[in-house]
């Protein structure tokens, strides 16, 4: 299976310090230009062709005060977007503004992109250009078709940006880009080329290229480990492909650097099982997999920046079958960690092939592990789809990770994780029920049921992936399917520096 997530790592960004020349802008059939709110005369003098632009900007601005955008073209017929910003905005409402400008290029598909800035203070321009090339790469990353005539892929090839007082480190955006984009594109594929054995082949030739060790813990493997939460879900499968993936990366000099794991849910299709789902909330159920190519992504992306910890990164690819084998309401099963678990809903799957994964990945003692997963439609309609909730067993956690979300604009909001929760999850017959039916913050209640598997002294954080599929697109990321949690996870682990601080 050929996945093109390398895409835009061939498309070249330039920067310059200096201003466009007019030259310059007639080389490119698509420019756009990037001025504050309140930009003066000054700022306004750096801008290639201002003296034919403004003009016409003032003139929009008459007919309707609270434009701020010009689309014109030039006499050459370049095609000019003047777009005014303000530099104070949150990076959501920034990448937001930048996806909107990146889609209005992507309809002239030009093969390089003039980006001028001009007005903007040395780190605003820095916040302003991390923004704008995130969504141009991003608007650019094909996604999986299968019509007959299928869309060309975009043209793009080269971006310059102009007006930059200091180069600007693009290497996380790029990373991130790439990341996501294999995340995006293993959830958009149809359950029916995406099976987990199709999966776990990818995931293989991955590791080799990207020099990962990968061992997989097959159906027989994991009888043998009694990870009997696993197995009851996977036990439905007609075909025995499910199992949990585990790779290593291993950089240079790691030796005594604490560890990071990153574990996903990886549902390749969830019918429901027995409870089986109605169909409109079956629908897009392919995409249940999401948590999976996050982890599996946010490794890419770390490999990528040649991140100095190692990680080891968990994933449990399964399908949630109907049929005569599957697991019922009330089966008792345990898990490897000995935990008697009894079945209460068939549909709460997720749990539990977690449940035996973060039990299994908490044996190699992580420092901190973060799992995600599109786990509970609790978390959904807690927060909307613009949002992802966000646990932790470390309330010390919370701060890091509400900044991450505001600071990359992938946006989360932790929820409480206190004990007393367990009350609703008491059962008579085994150490604790998979869920309720009472539907009580769901949410909660899962993490509250993960937590049991998830060895004392570890920092854990769970993501439950609210914002995993957003109608029209999110922040600067142009598809339904958003690969959420890539960068979140990049900014947590790079600019909040999570692993280094011993959270109490
Ligand atoms: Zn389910």
Redesign the pocket.
Known sequence: MEIPYGHTEKIKINQHAKPALATQVDAHRAVLLILPETAGAAAWKQLPYAGLLRPRFRRLQHRDRHATRLVTDLPNATHVILQTLDPQCSTFELLTAARKLAEKLREQDPTSVLLQLAGFKKPQARRLTEALTAALLASVCPMPSYKSDAEKPAALKRIEIHGLEETVGLGQVRAEITGNHLARWLSALPANELTPGVYRKFIAALARKEGWQMSFLDHEALARKQAGAFLAVAQASPVRDAGIVHLRYRPRAHAGKPRLALVGKG?CF?T?GVNVKPAKYMNGMHE?MQGSAVALGTLLALSRLGFDRPVDCWLALAQ?HIGSRAYKPNDVVRACNGTSIEVIHT????RMVLADTLALASREKPQLMIDYATLTGACIHALSSRYSGVFSNRDALHGPLTAAGRDSGERVWPFPLDKDFDEALKSSIADIKQCTLEGEADHILATRFLNRFVADGIHWIHVDLAASNHKGGLGHIPTDTTGFGVRLTLNLLLQQRVLETPWS
């Open positions: 549902i969830d429901g249940d949630n549909d709460a799957e997720g």
